[in-house]
């Protein structure tokens, strides 16, 4: 808010939340969170607190919360991506202030000018409000922040992690504080996010360790059983293929398209990868071409080697 207003108000008057106040004594004394107080000395202004329970202190904020839903979030908006609709918020209070005001009967853009001389400068940067964390990760690279779980990388297993946890973000640093994975905070009824690209980079280079690595179970049975017929050379592709096309966890296309490549037998990664962008693009599948000459009659591939079993057998007989 101050740097799309371009200044801080000198003095600031809150409620007692909770991301502020950590407890409030008898005499009206309050210990403040370590986010606030590094919040207060990054701008520099001053703060007043309003008494508990005493919403009619701050009477006018609370009559404008009411005049911004009526006039803002009415009717019910259905939001996909928080900070584009507060982009459109800060347009339509813009022209908002093109308005008499409700006392001193001069356009709010004027009064809002006379504010501005008033202001205290702008730090060159934007405080970053988060908070830091160390967390263990278990033995699938899995880390716990509020209750939700987040996927790291296969080399964090049982080893204690640094999180950056903002409103909307969960970030997994490396030991040098850079950014390893980044998540999208999650909320409500979902309790896990999975990226799987760190564990499908790190198994590519090493198929042979698929089986036995803690995240092959967590991989689709479609997607376990054609690996498990796959070839060295074909998981390495495989496992590259994954690492390209999926998003956090949702295998929903990826299984429809091996599913589909899978129609004749086993596939080809380059067919999966047709069929992929088939089902993405809502393409026509092609239909089988009907040739108009016969033709000889070829036996079924078998792969393996089994049917060299069956046929020695067979001899030795």
Not at 176 to 202: A, C, T
Request: net charge positive; aromatic share 12%.
């Amino acid at each position: 808010m101050f740097h799309h207003m371009g200044g801080v108000p000198k003095i600031i008057r809150f409620d007692n939340l909770s991301p502020a106040v950590k407890k409030i004594h008898s005499k009206g004394e309050r210990d403040l969170t370590d986010t606030f107080e590094r919040f207060v000395l990054h701008y520099g202004f001053k703060y007043e607190f309003c008494n508990p329970g005493k919403g009619n202190e701050k009477g006018h904020v609370e009559a404008m919360v009411k005049y911004v839903r009526n006039n803002f979030l009415l009717p019910e908006n259905t939001i996909l991506d928080l900070d584009q609709f507060n982009k459109t918020l800060w347009k339509q209070a813009e022209e908002d202030r093109d308005r008499p005001h409700y006392e001193k009967n001069i356009l709010q853009s004027k009064l809002y000018k006379v504010d501005q001389e008033n202001w205290l400068m702008l730090p060159e940067k934007e405080f970053h409000c988060a908070r830091y964390q160390d967390v263990r990760a278990d033995k699938y690279g899995m880390v716990t922040v509020d209750k939700k779980q987040y996927s790291t990388s296969p080399r964090f297993a049982k080893q204690l992690v640094r999180v950056c946890i903002t409103y909307n973000t969960v970030n997994i640093l490396n030991d040098r504080n850079e950014v390893v994975v980044k998540h999208s905070r999650l909320y409500g009824i979902k309790r896990k996010s999975m990226i799987w690209q760190p564990y499908l980079d790190l198994l590519s280079k090493r198929p042979r360790a698929i089986k036995y690595s803690s995240i092959y179970n967590q991989f689709p049975t479609i997607w376990s059983d054609y690996l498990n017929d796959c070839t060295e050379e074909e998981q390495k592709k495989a496992l590259r293929l994954l690492g390209e096309l999926l998003k956090n966890d949702d295998f929903s296309l990826l299984n429809e398209a091996l599913q589909t490549a899978s129609v004749h037998g086993h596939p080809s990664v380059d067919q999966i990868k047709h069929c992929f962008y088939t089902i993405l693009n809502q393409n026509t599948s092609h239909t089988t071409i009907q040739p108009k000459v016969p033709l000889p009659r070829v036996p079924e591939i078998t792969r393996g080697l089994s049917h060299y079993d069956t046929f020695f057998q067979k001899e030795d007989q």
